[in-house]
């Protein structure tokens, strides 16, 4: 019955969600177009003599002769039958650019993710356990140089002192290409781990994870930070409650009390966290991405800027919301399966 | 726990971590690879002997070489297609067979014919000959882009025999072996490749060519992984054969880090580093394994060009006074001391048509009193007046560019010491020029980088003529004695009458209407260090940053 109610809402909330989306291309692509910038000049690549025969055949052929209300239309139908445009800079398909962009950001920033959750929770319950403790105290020190630390400082520091001084880390990149070179990766979902996993290419997916290591830390530096403290926060909110205090007294063992008591119910305002800090770490991948030459959405979105690259800033805006849609409903139906008290 | 002792474990933290970073980032880490002992001298063994791996800094838009006259591009192009002839060691003035085998020139300059090797294989195993040459030349012009443009002049092209091919020219011309030489003219291709892969909206084949190649070059392309590198490898049917030793394959590793780029060179694991800080690079060449490969010829030119159109610029003297007011040689320090003033719109590697006679030196006095001159009166705040209206200027640079940002911080403080006071604006290249084409004047100087051209032309038609607008030529410039005299030096082939033009020119564009104030002529816009076990490098002025990877090895000498 809860179940039936749930898909209504998945659906009701589906509909909102292509509300969301349509919106916001309607600004990204007006903002845009207002932005005084000529992406003819950067596609002709330093016209010598701008022809201007040369330079009308090609606003022809991207369509910028047109007025703005038509370029909107044509661009939602061609988003419709799938064609997300070709981008200016890289000219391939801009889908083609999203999947090979995406994927990389997605693993980087999923890894970071489930490391920042297996470390901040932890800490998080051992902290409100400890309360006013050294080990609090120690704790919540952390954090604060977590959020307060810049991550390209975070990031260079790591390089020099774990690729240049100890050279027990590799500076950047996916993996190393000559490794790449001698055991060429198949791709099945454009994922390296999974792929290499898959292919059973041993020595790649090896690489691959020894070279995620330092940009996923730096990543899961500021969430652990954000995640523990929630934790923190949200268990002692919980732990003050009566029905706490009647397990205790129940003679149920401490670790029952805290895991399925204490935490479960503490668990809603984390999982919201947990939704805010994805689309965080989405957002702030993007230093990492260059530091760390890890070939991602946030690099992409960067230079679709500098070079006016209208398809791909539309495709990058698109995508990015679309995925924050995304994780915040995943993590409303989680709802449900944490708090059994919420129906849809 | 006492809140003072926690605030005091967090400063010490804050402070350790900032102490540290300092240190590390000031000192050079020691390359840890395996040490080769020789008789007299320890160096490090070289890590994998056959592979180029270059740390670059831009990328290419395509790899089609008739696609763009980008450095980036060129870095690729020079590798995997030929031309028909190459300029002669590191000048400009002489050629060396490539693809022809010799060739002659008409009387009136407008005919041209080329022997052509024979067997040349193409990246597809089909033959050069003189059919592929002109499918390649109508493919240039045929697609429109920017190298096409240099080509404009061709009347016809006739295939006499199989290896003989005639250029036909609309005009006569004096660098027409100078464009073929150059890398625009670098698209031999095979035309079975173009065919087989050309579709109905493509008759080029261009979206292929863009990742893939079908030159005749020593290397062709193997993969491309956008935002990543470009990796070339070696093409065992070149014609010019491979010996043990030479380079095979090439990897061109895109790091826009320069912190990063440094710490890749200093542990080896980057032959070559494209982007250095200036700080960085200081550091560096005192460093033991690695080699300074910036070259003596300087072949970029840094102009900041006026905008002419509008006051203060639209007075004649008031240009002379400020290129007076400008203190060349801070400019040179700027960049370390690998420069040199500029004194003119040709470049000094040009020997045969470089003069320095009509150039400004450094003379604040002589500034001060043409601008007296001009009517633009020292006002009590220190800045000059003229009719109510300040001595005020923007100056603009492209955004990102920090060497242009320094250049615009030192103009303005030159130019403060004259009067006149300067604001500095950053902007997209993309957003200048639109605004340019829309009629708005962004600013009243803009600075602006030329290279890579083995003639005078190369220099002044991209900026100084109408047609060059808005591109290039940002201050929208236009002196008809200089809209008549480039076509005319682009015309002559003899080499009198043309030295005669370019002392007119540069008469002209420095003295008489200057477009600009000449200020800085450097090697290559990024300096380049390399590992000591680079070698076989030779420069040429016009292929500015492309390297001859077919002549270079590792090792030690």
């Known amino acids: ?344 | 726990m006492n809140k003072n002792v926690i605030i005091g474990i967090i400063l010490a933290v804050a402070v350790l971590g900032v102490a540290s970073g300092a240190y590390f980032l000031s000192t050079p880490s020691p390359p840890t690879k395996p040490t080769v002992t020789t008789p007299t001298v320890t160096k490090p063994a070289v890590p994998e002997q056959t592979t180029l791996r270059i740390g670059s800094y831009f990328e290419p838009l395509s790899l089609d070489p008739v696609h763009s006259v980008s450095g980036a591009l060129w870095c690729v192009t020079r590798n995997v297609y030929e031309g028909l002839l190459k300029y002669k060691g590191t000048g400009t003035e002489e050629y060396d067979p490539l693809l022809a085998t010799s060739w002659t020139m008409s009387s009136d300059a407008k005919v041209f014919t080329f022997n052509l090797r024979q067997n040349v294989k193409f990246h597809d195993g089909t033959m050069m000959n003189a059919e592929a040459v002109k499918f390649s030349f109508e493919r240039l012009i045929g697609t429109k882009r920017a190298p096409s443009v240099y080509f404009k002049g061709i009347d016809k092209i006739d295939v006499v025999s199989e290896y003989v091919i005639r250029f036909t020219l609309k005009e006569p011309s004096g660098v027409f072996l100078k464009d073929l030489a150059s890398l625009s003219g670098w698209v031999i291709m095979s035309p079975t490749a173009v065919k087989a892969n050309a579709k109905s909206d493509d008759p080029w084949a261009e979206k292929w060519l863009l990742e893939n190649s079908a030159g005749t070059g020593p290397y062709k392309i193997a993969e491309w992984v956008r935002e990543n590198r470009v990796v070339l490898t070696k093409f065992d049917g070149y014609w010019g054969g491979w010996k043990p030793g030479q380079i095979e394959r090439v990897v061109m590793q895109l790091i826009r880090e320069a912190a990063s780029q440094r710490m890749l060179l200093e542990k080896g694991d980057i032959d070559i580093a494209e982007n250095l800080s200036m700080e960085d690079q200081e550091i560096l060449k005192k460093m033991k394994g690695i080699t300074d490969m910036t070259p003596t010829e300087f072949a970029s030119s840094f102009v900041v060009l006026f905008d002419v159109t509008r006051p203060p610029f639209d007075d004649v003297i008031v240009r002379r006074a400020v290129s007076y007011a400008t203190d060349y040689e801070t400019y040179v320090k700027l960049v370390l001391g690998v420069g040199k003033p500029g004194a003119s719109p040709i470049p000094q590697f040009m020997k045969l048509y470089w003069t320095g006679k009509y150039g400004y030196k450094y003379d604040p006095k002589k500034a001060a009193e043409l601008l007296d001159e001009a009517g633009w009166k020292l006002g009590s705040d220190g800045f000059r007046y003229k009719g109510g209206n300040k001595f005020a200027i923007s100056y603009l640079y492209s955004t990102g560019d920090e060497f242009r940002r320094k250049v615009g911080e030192q103009l303005k403080n030159d130019f403060l010491k004259v009067g006149i006071s300067v604001d500095i604006i950053a902007e997209p290249v993309t957003v200048t020029t639109g605004r340019l084409l829309k009629g708005e004047k962004p600013a009243h100087i803009y600075i602006q980088g030329l290279y890579g051209y083995g003639d005078p032309t190369g220099y002044l038609l991209p900026v100084y003529l109408q047609v060059a607008f808005p591109s290039w030529n940002l201050g929208n410039y236009k002196n008809a004695k200089v809209e008549e005299l480039v076509p005319k030096l682009i015309a002559t082939a003899d080499v009198q009458e043309r030295i005669k033009i370019c002392d007119e020119l540069q008469r002209i564009l420095c003295w008489e209407d200057p477009a600009s104030i000449y200020l800085l002529e450097l090697p290559e816009i990024y300096s380049r260090l390399v590992r000591d076990w680079v070698q076989g490098r030779v420069y040429n002025p016009a292929y500015w940053r492309a390297l001859n990877i077919y002549d270079m090895w590792k090792g030690y000498p």
Request: with cysteine; net charge positive.
């Open chain 1, 1 to 344: 019955m809860g179940r039936l109610n749930t898909l209504e809402y998945i659906l009701r909330r589906s509909i909102t969600l292509v509300g969301v989306v349509l919106g916001v291309t309607l600004v990204v692509f007006v903002i845009s177009r207002l932005i005084p910038a000529d992406p003819v000049a950067i596609m002709m690549g330093e016209v010598f003599r701008s022809d201007p025969e040369i330079v009308a055949h090609f606003r022809k052929q991207l369509g910028l002769d047109q007025p703005l209300p038509v370029q909107y239309v044509i661009y939602l139908r061609q988003l419709l039958q799938g064609n997300w445009g070709v981008s200016y800079h890289s000219n391939r398909p801009v889908i083609v650019d999203i999947r090979q962009y995406f994927s990389a950001t997605f693993e980087l920033t999923f890894v970071a993710l489930i490391l920042a959750i297996l470390i901040g929770i932890p800490l998080g319950v051992v902290s409100a356990l400890r309360k006013d403790r050294w080990v609090d105290h120690v704790t919540r020190i952390g954090c604060l140089i977590g959020v307060a630390t810049p991550v390209f400082w975070l990031a260079l520091m790591m390089q020099l002192l774990f690729y240049s001084r100890l050279g027990i880390l590799p500076l950047g990149s996916i993996a190393d290409e000559p490794l790449l070179f001698a055991h060429p990766v198949r791709f099945i979902t454009g994922l390296y781990v999974v792929d290499t996993l898959l292919t059973g290419n041993w020595p790649v997916f090896q690489n691959v994870i020894v070279h995620m290591i330092m940009p996923a830390s730096v990543l899961a530096f500021r969430a652990v930070a954000w995640i523990m403290r929630m934790t923190r926060s949200a268990m002692l909110e919980v732990l003050r409650q009566d029905y706490v205090r009647t397990a205790r007294a129940w003679g149920l063992a401490e670790r029952v009390v805290i895991i399925r008591y204490a935490l479960r119910n503490s668990l809603i305002s984390v999982f919201t966290v947990i939704g805010l800090t994805y689309g965080q770490l989405l957002q702030g991948s993007w230093l990492t991405e260059t530091i760390f030459n890890w070939p991602g959405m946030g690099l992409y979105a960067v230079k679709s800027i500098m070079y006016s690259d209208y398809p791909a800033i539309l495709a990058v805006s698109l995508v990015a919301s679309l995925v924050y849609v995304a994780v915040n409903l995943a993590v409303d139906i989680l709802y449900t399966y944490v708090d059994p008290r919420i129906k849809y």
